[in-house]
């Protein structure tokens, strides 16, 4: 919670993957409460009004996607949120001129994009929401310790360099300094 807080002030898409992570452990948990006091909560040095907070936080996540119905897979709306929120600020850089150095960086992610979604089967998908199941996919196969392939590595790398991008760009956005002409 207070890492989810801090991430989304500073980087959305480490926020965000962040809280996929999150997501993954509440179902690694069994969508139990008392398991993730014990396997989550009880492992940080908090305060007792702390852990009241983080636990009813965890409770309401819980909640959420119980009624969302993402117990098993699937986002939050409130992630999901994000996405759409990210997607916007994407069209919007695309079609203004004066980010051309953003389409350009766009455009050299497009065919990685266009090959994972062809790898995933999943052409629904938008290029955003695509970069993030690549980037979310290699964090996981990092913690298992697995070995990326270099023609993955220099996917990563790409896709890695255009959301830093976007999420820079989302940064100054919602400090109202992205669209003004002082820059």
Request: aromatic share 10%; hydrophobic share 40%.
């Amino acid at each position: 919670m207070y890492i989810a807080s801090q991430k989304r002030k500073e980087n959305i898409a480490e926020y965000l993957l962040y809280m996929w992570q999150i997501e993954d452990l509440i179902r690694a948990n069994g969508l139990d409460l008392d398991k993730i006091k014990s396997n989550v909560i009880d492992k940080y040095q908090l305060s007792e009004p702390q852990i009241k907070e983080m636990t009813e936080w965890y409770e309401s996540l819980i909640d959420m996607m119980r009624r969302e119905n993402v117990q098993q897979k699937g986002h939050l709306q409130l992630n999901k949120n994000v996405i759409l929120q990210l997607d916007d600020l994407h069209h919007a850089l695309l079609k203004d001129p004066k980010f051309a150095e953003y389409g350009a960086e766009f455009y050299k992610t497009l065919p990685f994009i266009v090959e994972l979604r062809a790898k995933q089967g999943d052409e629904k998908l938008d290029e955003i929401e695509t970069c993030f199941a690549a980037l979310y996919g290699t964090l996981m196969l990092r913690l298992q310790g697995k070995e990326l392939s270099a023609d993955t590595l220099k996917a990563i790398t790409q896709i890695s360099r255009f959301i830093a991008m976007l999420a820079h760009y989302y940064k100054l956005d919602s400090e109202d300094k992205l669209w003004n002409d002082n820059d």
